[in-house]
């Protein structure tokens, strides 16, 4: 079935002006979301598909052709699959502001081992890597916290529930300014993850799916960026033609816009436009005022 489901999608990439689509599975939807933000703006007729899965969803999704690629930081057993690795990073130590350990910069694991934590169910790289880090000491941790989705790990650690093992991407988010955590290293020579691209050598790859292999190994992963936001309260977007028309006044406002407007206030006050993706202009030009008719000029001059 999965030769049938090949050919299939074959056919219906050869007939689809989009290209195809690509399949997408990862452990949690913020370690892809900036990569796929990236790859839109590059692709933005791409029909994109993304799920959320443990490391041995992964695995049989891979297997069954249901996604084209996982991003995975375990590892995915299986015949025919391959990897390569996008990059690697810090596990930290994330504790309640005022815990203990605030203020510490490492700390071993047997100090921590009355400490109760969050983390994911059996089969998340949290749950694994907690494991595997008390086993070696003889230990077993204490859970106060277990679920199945880990971006809402710091969430809990904030809200005073326990402490918890949290890849550095969530602290070089800056998601510590909505959701205030102390960061403590953990003592360990090894206490990282690594992130590898898996793929099923066997199975078809649509355009679109090669193209985004391309894409998220074309430059270091933790590099990748989301596309330039919108101003708050302004969901337009600017397309190519309206963004030749910003660059004339001071902060990329065209030289009309930097008038006065009625209550004395400066049109550069205002949010700045959108850059980098499609729709009419913000701010929008001030309308010219309506060409007076010939007849009016003749009637000036013979009076």
């Known amino acids: 079935m999965s030769a049938l489901d090949d050919g299939r999608r074959a056919l219906d990439d050869a007939r689809d002006a989009r290209l195809g689509q690509v399949s997408i599975a990862s452990e949690t939807l913020l370690t892809v979301a900036r990569v796929l933000g990236g790859f839109r ?19 049989r999704q891979l297997r069954s052709g249901q996604v084209d690629f996982c991003v995975a930081s375990q590892r995915l057993s299986g015949p025919r699959l391959k990897s390569i690795e996008l990059g690697r990073e810090e ?15 490492r700390v071993t694991v047997p100090e921590l081992a009355d400490e109760p934590f969050v983390t994911m169910r059996p089969g998340h790289l949290q749950r694994t890597f907690l494991d595997r880090l008390f086993a070696v000491h003889g230990l077993v941790p204490r859970l106060s916290c277990v679920g199945d989705e880990p971006g809402a790990s710091q ?7 326990g402490i918890g093992l949290i890849p550095a991407m969530s602290r070089r988010l800056g998601t510590s300014t909505h959701v205030p955590v ?8 090894d206490c990282h993850r690594v992130l590898t691209l898996v793929w099923n050598e066997g199975s078809y790859l649509s355009p679109t799916a090669l193209a985004f292999s391309e894409f998220i190994t074309s430059r270091p992963f933790m590099t990748h960026r989301l596309p330039e936001q919108c101003p708050v ?8 033609s309206s963004r030749r028309a910003f660059g004339a006044g001071s ?30 202009a913000w701010p929008p030009r001030r309308a010219r005022p309506p060409a007076r008719p010939s007849c009016w000029r003749r009637c000036r001059t013979s009076t």
Do not use: I
């Open 41 to 59: 703006t590059t692709q933005p007729l791409a029909d994109v598909r993304l799920f959320q899965s443990d490391g041995e969803e992964m695995s």
């Open 91 to 105: 596990c930290l130590l994330a504790v309640p502001l005022g815990h203990r350990l605030d203020g510490r910069d």
């Open 155 to 161: 969430d809990m650690v904030s809200a005073g529930l």
């Open 182 to 189: 102390a960061w403590v290293r953990v003592d360990v020579p």
């Open 233 to 240: 309260g302004d969901r337009r977007r600017v397309g190519s």
């Open 251 to 280: 902060g990329g406002f065209p030289a009309d816009a930097m008038e006065g407007t009625a209550d004395g206030a400066r049109a550069d006050r205002r949010s700045p436009p959108c850059r980098g993706l499609t729709g009419p």
